[in-house]
């Protein structure tokens, strides 16, 4: 990752990338049904945006795409089967990552939050709806906020 994750150690930054991972088995598992279209979008977005992306955002799609396939079949695997118990444990990994997106700079930090959000929404409107896309079912609509992030508001006083 870029020197604007300099602020974090290696288990900060692998907590980090690993977070790409758990969204998506949070939000495509949500309905207790990994669906195919979901998995694939995920992985999707994620390699669009490390070459899409610029400056930090760039390198942290970089980064957590060398492993997001692994990543998320390990705990597809490796979490409860239960959905409520999965959804907890993912939560509870997931609200970890509130003292680590303080540590970086005010604008980092509300990038890599807003981006989380995205993609979490992309998961969710992966699969149903018009022609596959663009439905998001209530077990998904209750976690694709991520309401376990605090979320980290960054107004820029520069002009665009």
Do not use: C
């Amino acid at each position: 990752m870029s020197e604007y994750f300099k602020p974090l150690n290696e288990n900060e930054k692998s907590e980090l990338s690993d977070a790409l991972a758990l969204i998506t088995v949070l939000i495509a598992g949500a309905d207790g049904n990994f669906e195919k279209e979901e998995l694939e979008w995920a992985e999707k977005v994620t390699h669009i945006r490390s070459y899409k992306l610029k400056g930090e955002m760039k390198s942290f799609y970089e980064h957590a795409e060398e492993q997001f396939l692994a990543k998320t079949q390990y705990y597809m695997d490796n979490l409860p089967s239960n959905v409520t118990e999965r959804s907890n444990q993912i939560a509870e990994r997931l609200s970890g990552l509130n003292p680590i997106l303080a540590k970086l700079e005010p604008a980092t930090g509300s990038k890599l939050y807003k981006g989380l959000i995205s993609f979490a929404d992309h998961v969710a409107k992966a699969s149903g709806g018009v022609m596959g896309f663009f439905s998001v079912n209530a077990e998904e609509g209750k976690w694709i906020d991520l309401p376990m992030i605090t979320p980290i508001i960054f107004q820029s006083d520069e002009e665009e």
